[in-house]
């Protein structure tokens, strides 16, 4: 079982970048994948970025591609969500959630949640 905790959310202005977090803890984590997703007001949970811990291969979802980077600290302990040139269409609630193996496009192969922080980005 893998624990994960989310930090780094807040309000910014349309434009704007922003950094997000996902500490993780627990065994054997190089077997697992992290990823990214949101869920706006009224819209279901939706992917936006994943990335395999052991390679630190990472994918995005078409509406993020050039602007979101997902990367992986030294111990591989500790998931990063860069997000750059931010627009109000990615205000959510951001969570992130581990799959043992690679990374999979549906949400039910996740089976490790953290408990999701706020991304607004407004004027």
């Known amino acids: 079982q893998v624990h994960l905790v989310e930090s780094g959310g807040g309000l910014v202005q349309p434009g704007g970048s922003l950094r997000v977090s996902c500490a993780a803890s627990?065994?054997?984590?190089?077997?697992?994948?992290i990823g990214w997703f949101r869920q706006a007001p009224g819209k279901e949970r939706e992917g936006v970025s994943c990335?395999?811990?052991?390679?630190?291969?990472?994918r995005y979802e078409d509406s993020v591609k050039g602007r979101f980077s997902i990367s992986t600290d030294n111990a591989k302990s500790t998931v990063y969500l860069q997000m750059d040139n931010l627009k109000p269409e990615d205000t959510g609630t951001y969570y992130c959630?581990?799959?043992?193996?690679?990374?999979?496009?549906?949400?039910?192969?996740?089976?490790?949640w953290g408990q999701g922080i706020q991304v607004t980005v407004s004027p």
């Open positions: 959630a581990a799959v043992f193996g690679y990374c999979s496009v549906r949400l039910s192969d996740f089976g490790s």
């Open positions: 627990g065994n054997n984590l190089d077997y697992y994948s």
């Open positions: 990335i395999k811990l052991s390679t630190g291969n990472g």
